[in-house]
């Protein structure tokens, strides 16, 4: 699976939209980008995931850029429970991928720590 | 409500012991996982299976033995021959992508902090 690259911390004020970058210079064409959010001592929250096209739903916009070398998460209008750190990760679809190797090799890096402040 | 359940929250073990770690699913997924997370770090993969009486190691299975006898239940044994076990342990189920090539997410259970004495 493709790295990624995303700052170690970001602030953004309560009711603010709250843009977080991701690089994935390496991503190939058959890998999609996948938002997950961890609120402290919690299970990861799947947030949305895109291949090409941009994405909307309740949670959250993402936002891929035509070389799809970088991806940014939306959330439109940030809340103090939005504090969480926030992983980008780029992985093969479900189902695809040599002998199913693939299978929940979702590769969490260290995210970013998003800080929603009043 | 459907969901995943860890339990225990909490556990603390002495040295050499060894201790198992449930997660129950009652989302009727096929597929369910086992993570570890040290402090500040993110996740790595210890166990996945994706059909009962079946299960693969992930990226850092050593020191750990898993089971899955019912398609509710993954049970995680992290064994004494496991060097640093105090960590925080997630599990995790998902649609059986086998059955499916649609893309799905992964849920995740609430976590077990495991302390060595």
């Known amino acids: 699976d493709a790295k990624t690259t995303q700052p170690p911390s970001m602030d953004c004020a309560e009711g603010r939209a709250a843009n977080l970058p991701c690089n994935h210079s390496t991503i190939s064409g058959n890998e999609y980008v996948y938002w997950y959010r961890q609120i402290h001592s919690q299970g990861p929250q799947y947030i949305i995931h895109?291949?090409?096209?941009?994405e909307t739903n309740e949670m959250a916009s993402l936002i891929i850029t035509e070389d799809r070398k970088s991806s940014t998460l939306i959330l439109p209008h940030a809340t103090l429970r939005d504090t969480a750190v926030y992983y980008c990760i780029v992985r093969v679809g479900w189902g695809e991928g040599a002998g199913g190797t693939s299978y929940g090799k979702l590769t969490f890096g260290q995210g970013t720590i998003l800080t929603v402040h009043p | 409500d459907g969901g995943i359940t860890q339990s225990p929250k909490y556990l603390f073990r002495k040295e050499g012991q060894n201790v198992t770690l449930s997660c129950e699913q009652n989302l009727n997924h096929d597929a369910m996982y086992w993570y570890r997370q040290d402090p500040g770090q993110g996740l790595r993969l210890i166990y996945y299976s994706q059909i009962v009486n079946d299960f693969q190691k992930g990226d850092i299975a050593e020191g750990y033995s898993v089971s899955r006898e019912k398609k509710e239940s993954f049970p995680l044994t992290v064994t004494s021959a496991q060097k640093n076990p105090t960590a925080f342990y997630l599990c995790a189920s998902s649609i059986d992508v086998r059955r499916e090539v649609s893309l799905r997410e992964l849920f995740f259970g609430e976590g077990s902090r495991l302390t060595v004495l």
């Open positions: 895109g291949l090409k096209n941009n």
